[in-house]
């Protein structure tokens, strides 16, 4: 390929280095640009492998909240160190917990926040998890909403940490039963820019996500509405002062509530999202299939606006997507991994052949991994 002032460089991580990482012991690895297939039974790490690179590009895990889970038993710290390639420059990154410390980031060797790392890259990940999206608590899409709109948006990151930093401080005052009214303001100040964010991320998602299912589930329906728990449905317009201004109404109109069961009940922190699958909840009426075809549906809708949003391709990791579709929508999935930047796709199974032939091959066993062909 000629380089030009028209290529779009991709992000890519060129190296990987874990240390006491979940099942990994020490793990070294020199991943392709293109797409890596990592193949291996169960248990053998392929989803911990994941769940490294994603830890790498933002700091964080995206399927448990607490960095403790990750280290490995018996261990006292983990590590996550690699090489990131973006747009000519090479970045060189680490991730390191104490299981009784704090986290520790660095960006070319200098101590840094998470925030500066949604900064700079991207990862969207898909995975068995995600039929949780669909069919799961509450709190699971909230999580999905803040761990994507955040990538988007910097602003959004900024204000999701400091509305529960007021909720903490709000629900502390309601413990001890003091006043608590300047922390409504500031929750409705902060909130107002949280639903505002949540629902335009959404309104795009739902076509674009709409239009994905329909390819792997032979034309069935996906959409989705946000239900933020502040408003009600009718009052949502996209205007920061009006929603403000409802959201302090609704606290006024629940604050003898809140002080009798002594917590906050409406705001952000208890927003909800609505699947609908042909017109269904998702929730209710969906089957363990139409779960994993909307999940993934959803996460690769998330990667396109990413990547329109972000100009350069997200890293994207894929985890088990073969598991639970059937052939037509294996072939529907592989179909849209063409103009895809670096990918990372787990298989229990063999990996499809038309794949395979295009990938750099993984064998992965008992936290050990190494290239095939
Ligand atoms: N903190 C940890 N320390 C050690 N092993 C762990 C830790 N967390 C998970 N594991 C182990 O990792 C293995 C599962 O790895 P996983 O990546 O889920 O496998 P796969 O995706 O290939 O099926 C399990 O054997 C599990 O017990
Ligand atoms: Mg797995």
Request: net charge neutral; with cysteine; aromatic share 8%.
């Amino acid at each position: 390929m000629f380089a030009s002032a028209f290529f779009i460089y991709t992000m890519h991580l060129s190296s990987l280095k874990l240390t006491s990482f979940r099942n990994f012991e020490t793990l070294k690895l020199t991943p392709s640009a293109g797409i890596n297939v990592l193949h291996g039974k169960n248990g053998s790490g392929k989803s911990n492998l994941l769940e490294a690179i994603f830890v790498l590009c933002l700091g964080r895990s995206q399927r448990s909240n607490k960095d403790s889970d990750i280290i490995k038993h018996e261990r006292e710290s983990y590590r996550v160190e690699g090489v990131i390639h973006d747009d000519g420059r090479s970045i060189e990154l680490a991730v390191a917990v104490m299981r009784r410390g704090r986290k520790q980031i660095t960006i070319n060797g200098v101590k840094s926040k998470a925030s500066e790392l949604y900064e700079k890259f991207s990862v969207v990940a898909a995975g068995p998890e995600d039929s949780e999206i669909l069919a799961g608590p509450p709190s699971v899409r909230r999580l999905f909403l803040d761990l994507y709109i955040s990538q988007q948006s910097i602003k959004y990151l900024e204000n999701i940490t400091k509305y529960s930093r007021i909720l903490s401080q709000k629900n502390a005052a309601l413990k001890e039963n003091i006043e608590f009214d300047s922390f409504n303001f500031l929750l409705a100040e902060t909130g107002a820019r949280i639903i505002i964010a949540r629902q335009q991320f959404l309104e795009t998602l739902n076509k674009s996500a709409g239009s994905f299912y329909s390819k792997f589930s032979k034309n069935g329906q996906l959409d989705m509405k946000y239900k933020p728990s502040a408003l009600e449905e009718i009052e949502i317009k996209v205007d920061e002062s009006r929603i403000r201004e409802q959201f302090e109404v609704k606290l006024n109109q629940v604050k003898e509530r809140e002080i009798i069961l002594k917590s906050s009940i409406v705001g952000p922190h208890r927003d909800e999202i609505e699947f609908n699958i042909n017109s269904f909840p998702a929730r209710t009426h969906g089957s363990q299939g139409e779960w994993r075809s909307a999940a993934i549906a959803l996460k690769l809708s998330v990667y396109q606006l990413l990547k329109e949003k972000r100009g350069f391709s997200p890293i994207l990791l894929l985890d088990e997507i073969f598991a639970e579709l059937d052939e037509h929508r294996s072939a529907a999935v592989i179909d849209s991994f063409n103009d895809l930047g670096q990918l990372f796709l787990t298989t229990a199974l063999e990996p499809p052949a038309q794949l395979a032939e295009k990938a750099l091959n993984l064998k992965i066993d008992s936290g050990q991994v190494e290239a095939v062909r």
